[in-house]
């Protein structure tokens, strides 16, 4: 398995506070993802990454924000954060293929109280 | 837009029976399929891709078919057993879509002893 890890693991924070999650990956994979996954709606883009310091918007991306300086890591910043925000949020990233697999993070729970 | 779809949304079934999840998409240019599993509180493994160019891909237990043309797959687990409990999505890759993909909301699926 890729070897993908996502910082915190679980958060809780208030309303208006910003919130950086950190996704890490040791597989020099070029692609990188941020999704979040919520009941009824299942999993959503947020972002996305194609390379150092390309990045582009998903389907939901009003009210985060995201960089990636290193091909390892790609963070995903909740700039004021909300109630609306409270989700699990997932990184994944591929190989430099489209026909390769997707790896998935094991998750960060965020709540906003 | 592709919409990926899979109903039911959860199922239970016999331990020893073989389980059949069906998801449609909407979209036939697309680069892959894949089929995850996801654990309460996990991020998704993947279990199977099937490229847009074959028919069906095996590991194991399960076998996945992809009928592209009628925007069609299924996966088949054989003499399902309780670990197989879990929710199952698929999702398609998008074509020029920097390795995008496309979700359906998962089959939760518990088998019962």
């Known amino acids: 398995d890729a070897g993908i890890t996502q910082s915190p693991r679980h958060k809780v924070t208030e309303t208006g506070t910003p919130v950086t999650l950190r996704c890490h990956q040791t597989?020099?994979?070029?692609?990188m993802y941020w999704y979040r996954q919520d009941p009824g709606h299942g999993l959503r883009l947020i972002h996305y990454?194609?390379?150092?310091?390309?990045?582009d918007k998903g389907e939901v991306s009003d009210g985060y924000s995201v960089s990636r300086s290193k091909t390892e890591d790609f963070l995903l910043t909740l700039e004021s954060a909300t109630s609306s925000q409270t989700s699990v949020y997932f990184c994944?990233?591929?190989?430099?293929?489209?026909?390769?697999?997707?790896?998935f993070g094991e998750g960060s729970r965020l709540t906003v109280l | 837009k592709q919409e990926v779809t899979q109903i039911p949304a959860a199922l239970s079934v016999p331990e020893g029976e073989n389980l059949v999840l069906n998801c449609s998409f909407t979209?036939?240019?697309?680069?892959?399929l894949q089929w995850f599993r996801q654990d309460p509180g996990k991020g998704l493994t993947s279990l199977l891709l099937?490229?847009?160019?074959?028919r069906e891909q095996t590991s194991g237990r399960l076998n996945a078919s992809l009928d592209k043309s009628s925007g069609r797959s299924t996966l088949y687990i054989a003499a399902s057993q309780p670990g197989d409990s879990a929710t199952y999505l698929c999702?398609?890759?998008?074509?020029?879509?920097?390795?995008?993909?496309?979700f359906g909301k998962g089959n939760q699926v518990v088998v019962i002893p």
């Open positions: 994944a990233s591929i190989q430099g293929s489209s026909t390769g697999e997707l790896f």
């Open positions: 597989e020099n994979h070029r692609y």
């Open positions: 990454s194609y390379g150092v310091k390309d990045t």
């Open positions: 979209d036939s240019a697309i680069y892959n």
């Open positions: 099937i490229q847009s160019s074959q």
């Open positions: 999702a398609v890759t998008l074509l020029g879509g920097n390795n995008r993909l496309a």
